[in-house]
C-alpha cells in the first residue's frame, strides 16, 4: 500500500531526496506527507478531486465512481512511517551497490527516467568515492531540454550526459573515453554534454534522429535473464520493453516527454522487424 501511494502520487523522487538532503529531511517529509494523504472528497469550488491514481492515471468510469456520495470517505489518519521508508530506501540502495562489480568497468552509465534520477545520483555519489577516476555518464528519456546541463551544475558526480537518441552518441562517447583507436575527441561527439578543464559544461550539439529505425540491432536482454527473478520474500514479475515506435503519431502535446526527447518525430519500425523481436 505505501509502495503504490507514493509510486501512483510520482512522489519517489522526493523520498530518496530526503537521504540526498538529509538537512531538509522534515520539509521533504511534510511535503510528502500532505502530498501522499488524499481525501476523495472533491475540492470544494474546483473540479478534480485527489486520489493516490492522479487524474490523469484513472478511467472516466472510476472517476465517476470516486465523486460519487457512495464513496466519498473521510481522510484517514497518516500511516506512513516515513522513518521506516528512509531504512529501506536505504536497505535497496545498498542492494543494489553490493550486487554488481564494480571494478570490472572503465565507465559507468546509468539511463533514468521518472522517478530514477534522485537514486541515481546516490549510487553516483557512491562509485565517485570508491572509483573517482573512472568517468561517470547519464543518458534516457529525463536528459532532455534544459535538465542536463542543470543536472551537472548541481551535481558534480556526473562528468558527461547523452541527451536525445543514445545508439550513436553512446557507442561514439564509450570509444572516446575508452581509448579505442580511431575514436573521435570528446568535442566532436554530438549528442553530449562534457565538462572541460575549467569546469565548464560543454554542448556538443544535437544528434541527428535515426531515420530508418531497421537498422538497429535487436536489444541484447541476456544480462537480465543472469539475475535471479525471485526475491527472498516476494517473486518478482520479469517484464521486458518491447519498442516499435517513437515519440508520438499524434505528436501536439507539448508537454509529453516523448515528443520533447524526440523532437515531435514520429517514427516506427517495420511490421517484420517488430515480430522478428518478439
Known amino acids: 500500500d505505501t509502495y503504490m501511494r507514493i509510486f501512483e502520487s510520482y512522489m519517489g523522487e522526493p523520498c530518496f531526496a530526503a537521504l540526498l538532503y538529509p538537512e531538509r529531511r522534515e520539509q521533504i517529509e511534510a511535503a510528502i506527507r500532505e502530498t501522499v494523504d488524499f481525501d476523495l472528497d472533491k475540492v470544494s469550488g474546483a473540479e478534480s478531486f485527489k486520489h493516490p491514481q492522479l487524474n490523469s492515471n484513472i478511467s472516466h468510469a472510476e472517476r465517476e465512481q470516486l465523486l460519487s456520495k ?22 535497496f540502495l545498498d542492494d543494489v551497490y553490493s550486487a554488481v562489480r564494480w571494478d570490472q568497468y572503465k565507465v559507468f552509465a546509468f539511463t533514468t527516467s521518472h522517478q530514477q534520477f534522485i537514486p541515481t545520483i546516490l549510487i553516483c555519489k557512491r562509485l565517485k568515492h570508491d572509483y573517482p577516476d573512472v568517468p561517470i555518464f ?22 558527461y550526459i547523452v541527451s536525445g537518441e543514445g545508439e550513436i552518441s553512446d557507442s561514439e562517447l564509450l570509444a572516446t573515453l575508452t581509448a579505442v583507436q580511431g575514436s573521435l575527441p570528446i568535442a566532436d561527439v554530438k549528442g553530449v554534454y562534457w565538462r572541460d578543464k575549467t569546469g565548464a559544461i560543454i554542448w556538443n550539439g544535437k544528434r541527428e534522429l535515426i531515420e530508418d529505425l ?5 536489444p541484447d536482454y541476456e544480462d537480465f535473464f543472469l539475475h535471479p527473478l525471485k526475491g527472498k520474500r516476494h517473486s518478482v514479475f520479469p517484464k521486458i520493453t518491447l519498442e516499435a515506435s517513437r515519440a508520438c503519431i499524434w505528436g501536439k502535446c507539448v508537454y509529453c516527454n516523448l515528443n520533447l526527447q524526440w523532437d515531435g518525430r514520429y517514427r516506427r519500425k517495420s511490421h517484420k522487424r517488430v515480430l522478428d523481436e518478439i
Open 70 to 91: 457512495e464513496s466519498r470517505v473521510k481522510s484517514q489518519p497518516n500511516r506512513l512511517d516515513f522513518a521506516r521508508l528512509l531504512d529501506s530506501l536505504e536497505h
Open 138 to 159: 547519464l543518458g534516457g528519456a529525463l536528459m532532455t531540454r534544459n535538465i542536463p546541463r542543470a543536472a551537472m551544475e548541481l551535481f558534480d558526480v556526473i562528468d
Open 214 to 218: 531497421d537498422h538497429l540491432p535487436i
